[in-house]
C-alpha cells in the first residue's frame, strides 16, 4: 500500500510563491515516477508536472518556466516550487505516484492566488 500527504499550499497574492512538498511512504519501491497534478474548481485533472526516479522531468504548458520539480529520493519526497503565481493557478494540487503501471493519489493541498 502506498500513502501520499502533500503539505504546502495556502493562500498567496499573485506573483507569490508556493513550494508544495509530498512525502511518499509504503511499497513504494525505488523505481517509480511522481507527479504533481491540479484540479481547478469545475475543471478536469491536469498535469502539472513530473519526475522521474532518475530525476528525468517533464512540464506542462501552463506553469511551465514558473515552476520547478524535484525529488529527494532519501526522504521519499517530491517538491513542486512555484513563481510567479497567477489566479488562475488557483486550485487543489494532487501528488501523484506512478509504480509497475499503478497510479497513486494524494488527497491534496489548496493553492489559492488571491490579493
Known amino acids: 500500500q502506498v500513502q501520499l500527504v502533500e503539505s504546502g499550499g495556502d493562500l498567496v497574492q499573485p506573483g507569490g510563491s508556493l513550494r508544495l512538498s509530498c512525502v511518499a511512504s509504503g511499497s513504494i519501491g525505488t523505481i517509480n515516477t511522481m507527479g504533481w497534478y491540479r484540479q481547478a474548481p469545475g475543471k478536469e485533472r491536469e498535469l502539472v508536472a513530473r519526475i522521474t526516479a532518475a530525476g528525468i522531468t517533464n512540464y506542462a504548458d501552463s506553469l511551465k518556466g514558473r515552476c520547478t520539480i524535484s525529488r529527494d529520493n532519501a526522504k521519499n519526497t517530491v517538491y513542486l516550487q512555484m513563481n510567479s503565481l497567477k489566479p488562475e493557478d488557483t486550485a487543489v494540487y494532487y501528488c501523484?505516484?506512478?509504480?509497475?503501471?499503478?497510479?497513486?493519489w494524494g488527497k491534496g493541498t489548496l493553492v489559492t492566488v488571491s490579493s
Open positions: 501523484q505516484l506512478v509504480r509497475y503501471g499503478f497510479l497513486y
